[in-house]
């Protein structure tokens, strides 16, 4: 059948085959075979021919014209489907249709003219009835209806002879001139659409709605007339520029005379063959002929009407092609000839060699080979040798020859086989023609500069040695034949090889100082940064980083260098690159082998294939790796277990899987490593398990990596769609030619099972693979495609060598790794012998391979490990008899422990039931301590105690047969677990089944846990003291610690305590700790995260998830630390919550409570591991997770939280996930307003105010871990990537984080709070932190700091005001009165001065909180707190100063009246004096007497004149009652009545007795007599009331209204702090200013007494009697008076100003001395009072204490004091004022004496000396007015007597103050408002508030007392009550009071009533041993005094000794250092009568 193919136009062409025809220059494609036949195409408009319109390219002449011949089988006729032509002129202008009823319609094939008629295309001759044929010029005789041509009968032959042109329709030639062959009827119309001539009937029918035309008949019958050929002119003749084996050149002349343009018919025959095509040039090539054929051409020329001429016909032979590629090959005597087979040739062909030997022939042959060796020439000749192909019939080509001289052959194709830094080693190959020949070899090699060297060789290979590394060498080769003579040589340029140490230096790597895996694990730099290496020395930690952490793309590391860093490396290297293998290889000889291994781990998991021999270039020995690999574990399933879904699991070292190796052998064209990939790679996942060359880097050249042997493992998942094997195979890699590593080769043939040789070397020696000891398989595989393949070759080696083969033809890779993977197969299926890896150890040793587990540590490790599971058979039994402590006992201690805390079981006396319970704990510690430690504990001690690597190597190989065991010993219990549930349905045999499964782990965590114990038991024993050392260093190592024993729920704190300790020695105090944790739900991968993120190595497998919790530390680089402010990172991987486990049982919620509470205490980044992007299956655990939070929020703690959502691969799950987030964030919202709710802290509303947490930047969406279908798939490039970036946003987040910085240390005792708050259930209340204790310690002590130079500021200025007002106006001389708007003045000038010390203590605040410290992130929370502390400061300050100005103003204001009568007064004697002087200086009477008289003349004038003034008396009651009613407005009327009604005489007058109507009891206990406490509180207000009366009676000044308000302040103040109620209030105030009133009436009535004015008058008279008399006498007067002003002004002004600076001074020197630690803070000073009583231990002081606590304090404050001026402290303090002062006072007087001038005064003087010093000291003005009215004496005189006297002043003074008993001071006072606090009792036992600032929240106390010592007793038997406020908080118990309004209230719920009071519970028994021990040693004092019985002392109490006492008193005060220096008390604080 003919095959058409649609043209352009709508022709169709036959497909047609190859045949080529060219015209011009171009070429077409034509059938080798000839077809029957061509006929004409139809002509398009504008072109010749229809063919020249085709396909443009196939054909093409001198004209252009082109046309497609397409490709058909063999005599395949063309058929054609004519194309309509239009001429030009016709366009649209046409006659309409002539039939009306028929539509005329013009399509596109329609045409203006008719077409050329069948008869006219085959030249019909109408006359003569005459058709030419379409083929040859002789006459048709039929026509084919298929290939519409008409033939003669020679053409017409093969449509009877071909099948294919059989089938087609033949009929006779008929001629029907005018008639329509279907109608018979006349054509008389012309179809434009058929381009045809058409009858009547034809437009009714097959034409019927064509475009029809009704032309006239004369034109259409000369278009259908015949033209004889005649008429055209043929072409000149054919010439044949061109003649060759397959194609010709036609050239010929255009015709003669003619006009053109001609087309031309070009035909040629070949026998029956006839092809034929028509051009428009006069030239055409043919092609595609046959060689050595004659073919017959004939060329006519056509016209365009389509006339043709007669042909010109002649006839060529091809060409016979000459042989190919002709090669010789001299020899010395004989030569080798070589040649190829011509193309185009088919036939069998011989071939002609004649040999001439100067044109002389000397041999001549036929032969039907390629290749020809002649011998017997002659030596050194020239030759010449012919070789022509010879065909049978058509003769022979001419002969292609080649000239040669017979020579001795050179060595041919030298090339290198390795080169090392010192040698090298050649292969070359030589001619065959040599065979003959006896020949050697000579090699010689030189470089530059050095002597020539050479070596002999008897074969083609040699080794050269001694070569300097680094260096290029010129090395030569010749051949020597035996006879004489040398070759020319082969050249070869070659630089050797560098060291290893070369290499490695470049990597900044030495082989010497291995990198260990603890190492790699430091976050530094180089593991964080994700930044490209810029360095060959950063190349090795780059891919470190990337393999810790599973990402694919660790082996494509590539960097930029300098030249510099590479100048012994070669230029492959010195752009940057090097191989990934020579890095692998590199890094593997570097690092240690615990980092081997981890590193083969990770490798495994990524699916890269690992070393399984590693080689040393520079030793040339090769390791086997067994270790390494010993930590590979893998799951597979066989087909053969796929229907039971099971599995196999295991170490891949312990596996038996057949080997299958592959290795090179010289050359291969085939990618080994690419097609090893292919093949281990499923249909639907690719991966490079091998580095190959199109990898970056990978076409780097190798340098120290040939030689290594990789393995890779494919292990089936049991799918038959996605498995490529149904049974697991290994595939081993040799890098490198084979031929160079036989130790290698040997090691492989012996271990494989098969081994796969590539190599394009067909006939090499194999000799090395076909040994005795070699069992394995061979198979050489090749490919067809290399130069000198040859079958023959190949199928002999194979025989020779027993090999089979396996050759690669021309087919697809994919048929090719089709055909491999079917080889693999069979060998598999065919059970072929096996070998496991850790048992080629043998085949090492047999080919002198080292071991890495050979060496002597490791051995003795494993000698260990085997003396503990050597006998171990079954894990449960095992655990009982070698690891009891931690089994039943642990667990029983654990519960006990939690029931300390909980009490849920109590049914006693708390205190007794708490005895009773740490009675049991002893007891079962004891039964502990009887168990003697078991061999296999020995062991393990042992183990761990020997050689830091030893001991690594004890653990690993403890783990990996630990593992291995339980294993198995799971394997088995789960099977039997399905059958018992698949068959028999046994609950009780499933339900121990389960536990046994449950307990079937066993690891070196259980010997861990037992160590443990062991120390808990008793840590004092000599054995286990170094036992926390060991672990402390193993944790140091990199190994995991477990945290939390997960089989009995508790922390061995003791234990770990122990271990965190010598941790914190070890590393020398350098151990500061961030934390990060994860937390989610079991089984989601949170182990892999961490492992995946740090390098880490936690325990994960598939269906076995972590227990309890374990710690791992990654040290922190130096370099780094600074940037993250820590030494370690620890690492805590935790048991998955909602564990199924659990979930059957009612305490799994709390155990996942307890868990969270547990986890987000200790980090400091919590990582919450969400499964997918569903949170729905998280809501539970996110509730657990938001109370975790916020109770470490309430302790001072906000860590920071990250959610990753695994599993989530979308690119747009983040942005698609906004809503989702938004919507997260309101559950987590709501559920913290939930959750604060229940734990009663509604402030906290947002999810943000309890942690730290950005939705969008804390929130990441991770991919799934595995790529692909397991066990095959390898780690996700992807989850790499993504957790890198989690990794590094939190280590960025560290970075600028605020967060806590524990120290090993101190990060137990965290860990301690945070557990001791587990084990509560109220965690919030119960929370007792000593960390947080001891930060709050520190701030308090700073702000106490803070607060003191606060008031020292506030004081001083204060000082200076108040001087001031004393001062006004009388020190300048002008005795004017002070008005209200100076005191305004000065209440302004307040603001401003406390906006700027309230400006410093803010700034301090701020600054404290806003450093970097460790301590400050746990007290953030009371930054607030103290803030308000600080503004109650201000106010308090504020309040206080103007008070004391408007006290210091009324004062000044009081006495302003007594002050104008005494300016009155001296006036007038002023006057009368003056007088008196004029009028005796004129008597002439001198004498004294005289004077006397008329002084005393004048004086009782003045006496008489002054009579009129007095100062009255005032009644102070009304204004005691106006202040007092002022304060009583907000009372009820009754206070108001009784106001009204009383007499302040009356009140007072006894002592002050307290009424109370109402007690406060409990359930089960009374509270002894309340209204005593109330007596002693009210007490203590009097005792401060009168004391303060006693002051201001003293100060002998008039009475001010202040006093009275000052005194109701005092006690507002007090009774606030005891919730006075108001008739008790109303009679205390009564009763106090009763008392105040009567003091106060005597101390106004005598100061008016003593300022009277006529008292006054006489005691001035003396002073002014005197001055007359020295006036009149004109005496010097300086001595006197500067005596005078010294002693009566000076001395009292100086004494008042030393007193009043030493108030401040003494409270300063008491805080900054060696006790002053004591005054720091409330605590510090309640741990020292404390203290001092322990060490008295006296009863009489704790009652005082107790009962008395505010007397007791200040007594013992002021006690210090007094001892202070006892030991000569403050005089000290007092003469250095009083030095101060004096030197300021000299210095007045130098200074306005070096002023004074001739007319200054001694008036002006004094009162310039008072002016100056008014700022510092305050006159008498009644001493100072009495000299300066008449004192007249000289400047200079009076300042140096002046200047003598105040020495002896300071003397006297200072004398004094060394004698002085009494204080005229307080400077107790200051101290005991400091530590005394806000005095605050707890409501249960009365210890006092120890909480700093007075405006804080909540009260605490560190340690709480018995509930007897507070004066409780139990109801019904009257005895004292032993339990402890602390203890009760967390017990059923119940109490009632006057707050709950006589209902019962739990106390776990006291915060209901008492909200602000904080009593953390104690969760060990011995937390308030203090109190016990008083309680139990002064019980029976006591009970007298609280007049009850003595209380029921528990039996442990009985045993505490003041040791006990004094451990639980630094414990409870967390004193971190002990107060060395007691509280400095004088004996009489141990008198109690003082106290």
């Known amino acids: 059948m003919s095959f058409l193919q649609e043209q352009p136009g709508g022709t169709t062409e036959p497909t047609r085959g190859k045949e080529e025809v060219r015209e011009g220059s171009m070429k077409t494609n034509f059938p080798k075979e000839p077809i029957g036949g061509t006929s004409e195409q139809a002509r398009m408009k504008g072109a010749s021919d229809p063919e020249e319109l085709s396909h443009p390219g196939d054909v093409s002449s001198s004209g252009g014209a082109r046309v497609q011949q397409s490709a058909a089988s063999s005599h395949q006729c063309e058929a054609q489907t004519p194309a309509p032509e239009m001429p030009e002129g016709t366009g649209t202008d046409r006659p309409p249709s002539p039939v009306a009823s028929v539509m005329s319609m013009r399509s596109d094939r329609s045409r203006d003219l008719p077409m050329n008629f069948k008869a006219e295309d085959k030249g019909t001759d109408v006359s003569s009835g005459r058709v030419q044929c379409d083929v040859c010029p002789n006459p048709a005789v039929k026509t084919c209806l298929t290939c519409r041509d008409s033939y003669c009968m020679t053409c017409i032959r093969p449509h009877y002879t071909d099948p294919d042109l059989e089938r087609h329709l033949l009929q006779d030639l008929q001629v029907h001139q005018g008639c329509c062959e279907q109608h018979h009827r006349q054509l008389e119309f012309y179809c434009r659409t058929d381009q045809s001539a058409v009858c009547s009937r034809c437009l009714l029918y097959n034409h019927k709605g064509h475009d029809v035309i009704e032309p006239d008949m004369r034109e259409l019958w000369a278009h259908c007339r015949v033209t004889k050929i005649e008429d055209v002119p043929p072409p000149g003749l054919i010439q044949f520029p061109s003649v060759l084996s397959n194609t010709v050149t036609l050239r010929w002349s255009p015709p003669e005379g003619a006009a053109g343009p001609y087309r031309y018919r070009v035909t040629w025959r070949r026998g029956q063959e006839t092809r034929r095509i028509k051009v428009a040039g006069s030239q055409v090539e043919v092609g595609r002929l046959l060689p050595g054929e004659k073919y017959h051409f004939s060329v006519a020329t056509l016209t365009e009407d389509g006339r043709q001429s007669t042909c010109v016909e002649r006839s060529v032979v091809t060409e016979v092609p000459v042989p190919k590629n002709l090669t010789v090959t001299p020899g010395p005597t004989c030569v080798s000839l070589n040649w190829a087979k011509p193309d185009g040739l088919e036939d069998k062909v011989s071939y002609l060699l004649q040999l001439f030997k100067r044109e002389e022939l000397v041999s001549s042959k036929i032969t039907d080979s390629h290749t020809f060796f002649t011998s017997g020439l002659q030596h050194d000749s020239e030759y010449t040798v012919q070789v022509s192909t010879t065909l049978e019939k058509n003769g022979q080509s001419r002969p292609t020859s080649k000239q040669f001289r017979t020579v001795i052959p050179a060595p041919e194709h030298l090339t290198v086989s390795y080169i090392t830094a010192s040698s090298a080693s050649l292969r070359w190959i030589v001619s065959a023609v040599m065979d003959q020949t006896p020949h050697s070899f000579l090699v010689s090699y030189q470089s530059e500069g050095t002597e020539l060297k050479s070596v002999s060789a008897e074969s083609c290979s040699a080794d050269i040695t001694g070569l300097i590394p680094g260096i290029e060498y010129s090395v030569r080769v010749f051949t020597e034949p035996q006879y004489g003579g040398r070759s020319q040589s082969a050249s070869i340029q070659l630089k050797s090889g560098f060291c290893l140490s070369d290499l490695l230096q470049a990597l900044n790597l030495k082989i010497k100082e291995k990198i260990t895996f603890s190492s790699v694990l430091e976050i530094s730099d180089e593991m964080v940064c994700d930044k490209p290496a810029q360095s060959l020395k950063q190349l090795p930690w780059t891919f470190l980083r990337k393999l810790m952490m599973c990402n694919l793309n660790a082996r494509n590391v590539k960097c930029t260098v300098t030249h510099t860093d590479l100048s012994c490396i070669d230029d492959a290297s010195e752009s940057g690159i090097i191989n990934p293998l020579d890095l692998i290889t590199a890094v593997f000889l570097c690092s240690d082998p615990f980092l081997q291994q981890e590193m083969v781990t990770k490798m495994s998991m990524c699916q890269f294939a690992v070393p399984l021999l590693l080689p040393n270039c520079d030793t040339q020995q090769c390791t086997l790796m067994l270790w390494a690999m010993r930590d590979i574990v893998k799951i597979y399933r066989p087909h053969s277990l796929a229907g039971d879904r099971a599995f196999v699991e295991g170490r891949i070292v312990e596996m038996d899987i057949p080997m299958v190796s592959f290795i090179r052998l010289g050359e291969s064209c085939l990618p080994k490593s690419q097609i090893l990939n292919k093949l281990l790679s499923n249909p639907h996942q690719f991966y490079d398990t091998f580095v190959h060359r199109d990898m970056e880097c990978g076409n780097v050249p190798r340098k120290i990596s040939d030689g290594l042997v990789e393995v890779s493992w494919y292990l089936p998942c049991g799918n038959p769609n996605i498995d490529k094997f149904t049974q697991p195979i290994a595939i081993a890699n040799l890098r490198g030619d084979g031929w160079l590593f036989k130790t290698q080769m040997s090691f492989l043939c012996q271990a494989s099972a098969a081994v796969f040789i590539f190599s394009d070397i067909l006939d090499g020696d194999l000799s090395t693979l076909t040994t005795r000891e070699n069992k394995a398989e061979l198979f050489l595989v090749t490919s067809s495609e290399i130069n000198n393949f040859n079958m023959e070759t190949l199928q002999d080696t194979c025989r020779k060598h027993n090999l089979k083969n396996i050759v690669k033809e021309k087919q697809p890779d994919a048929e090719f790794l089709k055909m491999l993977c079917t080889c693999l197969s069979n060998i598999v299926e065919r059970t072929p012998p096996t070998i496991k890896v850790e048992d080629m150890v043998d085949v090492a040793d047999n080919v002198g391979c080292l071991t890495d587990e050979k060496c002597d540590e490791c051995v003795r490790a494993r000698k260990n490990a085997v003396k503990i599971t050597e006998k171990l058979k079954n894990i449960e039994k095992f655990k009982m008899e070698n690891l009891p402590l931690h089994g039943e006992f642990w667990k029983d201690i654990s519960q006990l422990e939690k029931e300390v805390c909980r009490m849920r079981d109590i049914d006693e006396d708390i205190e007794h039931y708490r005895s009773s319970l740490s009675n049991r704990v002893k007891k079962l510690r004891c039964e502990q301590l009887q168990n003697e430690n078991s061999k296999a504990i020995f062991s393990f001690i042992a183990g761990i105690s020997q050689s830091v690597p030893e001991r690594l190597y004890f653990l690993k190989w403890l783990k990996i047969q630990l593992d291995t065991l339980s294993r198995r010993h799971l394997s088995k219990l789960r099977k039997q677990y399905k059958e018992c549930r698949n068959k028999q349905r046994n609950m009780n045999e499933i339900a121990r089944l389960d536990e046994q499964i449950s307990r079937s782990s066993l690891g070196p965590e259980h010997f861990f846990r037992e160590l443990g114990q062991f120390y808990e038991c008793d840590p004092t024993r000599e054995t286990v003291q170094h036992l926390p050392a060991l672990c402390a260093q193993i944790l140091l190592d990199g190994f995991p610690l477990e945290l939390v024993d997960g089989d009995a729920s508790n922390i061995p704190m003791k234990w770990i305590s122990a271990v965190l300790t010598q941790l914190h020695q070890k590393v020398d105090s350098k151990s500061r700790i961030l934390v990060l944790t994860v937390l989610g739900v079991q089984g989601t991968g949170k182990s892999t995260l961490l492992n995946t993120m740090f390098g880490v190595q936690f325990a994960v497998s598939s269906g076995r998830c972590t227990r309890g919790a374990f710690m791992l530390l990654t040290k922190v680089s130096e370099e780094f630390r600074s940037k993250l402010d820590c030494d370690f990172l620890m690492v805590i991987d935790t048991e998955g919550l909602k564990s199924p486990e659990l979930a059957a049982f009612d305490t799994s919620h ?886």
């Open 1150 to 2035: 709390k155990h996942d409570n307890e868990l969270a509470m547990l986890v987000v205490g200790l980090s400091d980044i919590t990582i919450v591991n969400v499964a997918m992007e569903n949170n729905t299956e998280m809501k539970d655990i996110l509730q657990i997770v938001v109370h975790a939070f916020l109770r470490m929020k309430e302790v001072g703690k906000k860590p920071r939280c990250v959610f990753v959502h695994q599993n989530v691969s979308d690119l747009s799950a983040h942005m698609n996930n906004m809503r989702d987030r938004e919507k997260l964030v309101d559950q987590l919202n709501e559920m913290t307003r939930a959750a604060a709710k229940m734990e009663k802290r509604e402030a906290n509303t947002k999810f943000t105010d309890v942690m730290k947490y950005d939705p969008d930047k804390d929130t990441y969406y991770i991919p799934g871990l595995w790529h692909g279908t397991l066990p095959m798939a390898p780690m996700n490039t992807g989850y790499s990537e993504a957790v890198y970036k989690v990794k590094k946003s939190l280590i960025d987040a560290l970075e600028i984080d605020t967060i806590e910085r524990y120290t090993a240390t101190e990060f137990c005792r965290w860990t301690q709070s945070v557990w001791d708050a587990v084990k509560f259930e109220n965690f919030i209340f119960n929370f007792r932190n000593s960390l947080v204790a001891e930060a709050y310690t520190r701030l308090c002590s700073e702000y106490n700091n803070w607060e003191w130079s606060y008031q020292k500021e506030i004081n001083s200025w204060l000082l200076i005001k108040e001087t001031y007002i004393s001062n006004f106006g009388f020190a300048d001389g002008k005795n004017v009165h002070i008005s209200s708007t100076e005191l305004d003045k000065m209440i302004s000038d307040v603001s401003v001065m406390l906006d700027r010390v309230d400006k410093k203590l803010f700034r301090d605040l701020e600054e404290y909180f806003s450093k970097e410290d460790n301590h400050v992130v746990l007290v953030e929370k009371y930054k607030e707190e103290f803030k308000n502390s600080a503004r109650c400061l201000r106010k308090e300050a504020e309040n206080g100063i103007k008070n004391s100005l408007h006290r210091a103003f009324d004062i000044r204001e009081g006495m302003e009246k007594v002050n104008e009568i005494k300016n009155t007064q001296t006036e007038t004697i002023e006057k009368g004096v003056l007088e008196l002087l004029q009028i005796c200086q004129k008597s002439n009477v001198l004498t004294d007497d005289y004077l006397d008289q008329e002084f005393e003349k004048m004086w009782e004038g003045i006496k008489a004149k002054l009579s009129s003034y007095r100062l009255e008396t005032k009644n102070l009651q009304p204004e005691f009652f106006r202040v007092l009613k002022s304060s009583f407005i907000a009372k009820t009327g009754h206070s108001k009545k009784e106001l009204n009604d009383c007499d302040l005489n009356e009140y007072g007058q006894g002592g002050f007795t307290v009424k109370l109507k109402r007690f406060q009891e409990t359930e089960n206990l009374l509270r002894y007599r309340p209204e005593k406490q109330m007596q002693d509180i009210c007490n203590n207000i009097i005792i401060d009331c009168n004391s303060f009366v006693s002051e201001k009676v003293q100060s002998k000044i008039d009475f001010n209204k202040t006093y009275i308000r000052e005194i109701l302040r005092i006690i507002d103040e007090k009774a606030k702090h005891c919730e006075m109620d108001e008739e008790c209030e109303v009679a205390l105030k009564l009763h106090i200013c009763g008392r105040a009133f009567r003091e106060f009436q005597k101390m106004h009535k005598y100061f008016i007494e003593f300022n009277n004015p006529q008292r006054q008058l006489e005691l001035t008279k003396s002073t002014f009697k005197e001055g007359f008399k020295d006036l009149f006498h004109r005496r010097d007067q300086c001595q006197k008076k500067a005596k005078e002003f010294t002693e009566k002004c000076l001395k009292q002004a100086v004494h008042d100003y030393v007193n009043k600076k030493l108030g401040l001074d003494i409270a300063d020197e008491i805080m900054k001395g060696n006790s002053g630690v004591h005054y720091c803070t409330v605590t510090h000073f309640q741990h020292a009072l404390l203290k001092v009583m322990l060490l008295e231990d006296r009863y009489e002081n704790y009652k005082a204490y107790i009962c008395s606590y505010e007397s007791f304090v200040k007594q013992c404050i002021m006690m210090q004091t007094d001892q202070m001026a006892k030991d000569g402290k403050i005089a000290i303090l007092q003469k250095k004022h009083l030095s101060e002062i004096v030197t300021k006072i000299t210095d007045t007087v130098t200074l306005l004496t070096e002023q004074a001038n001739e007319n200054t005064d001694i008036k002006a003087f004094i009162q310039n000396i008072c002016t100056d010093l008014k700022g510092q000291l305050i006159f008498s003005k009644d001493y100072v007015n009495s000299f300066l009215i008449l004192n007249t004496a000289k400047i200079e005189q009076f300042s140096i007597s002046l200047g003598e006297f105040i020495k002896e002043m300071e003397e006297s003074l200072a004398q004094s103050y060394d004698n002085q008993s009494d204080l005229p001071f307080k400077p107790h006072i200051m101290l005991f408002e400091r530590m005394f606090g806000c005095g605050k009792q707890c409501p249960f036992c009365g210890t006092p508030c120890e909480a700093g600032g007075k405006e804080h929240s909540e009260h605490f106390s560190s340690m709480h007392r018995p509930l007897g010592l507070g004066s409780y007793r139990w109801r019904e038997n009257d005895k004292l009550v032993t339990d402890i406020c602390s203890s009760v908080v967390n017990s059923g118990s119940k109490f009632q009071s006057d707050k709950t309004k006589g209902k019962p209230v739990s106390y776990k719920e006291y915060r209901t009533v008492y909200p602000n009071w904080k009593i953390t519970g104690d969760a060990k028994v011995e937390a308030t041993d203090y109190w016990k021990y008083v309680l139990m040693k002064f019980n029976t004092e006591f009970a007298r005094d609280y007049d009850s019985e003595p209380a029921d002392i528990p039996p442990n109490w009985t045993k505490l000794t003041p040791h006990d006492a004094m451990e639980s008193l630094t414990k409870s005060f967390n004193i971190s250092t002990p107060l060395q220096t007691p509280l400095n008390l004088p004996s009489e604080f141990y008198n109690c009568s003082s106290v």
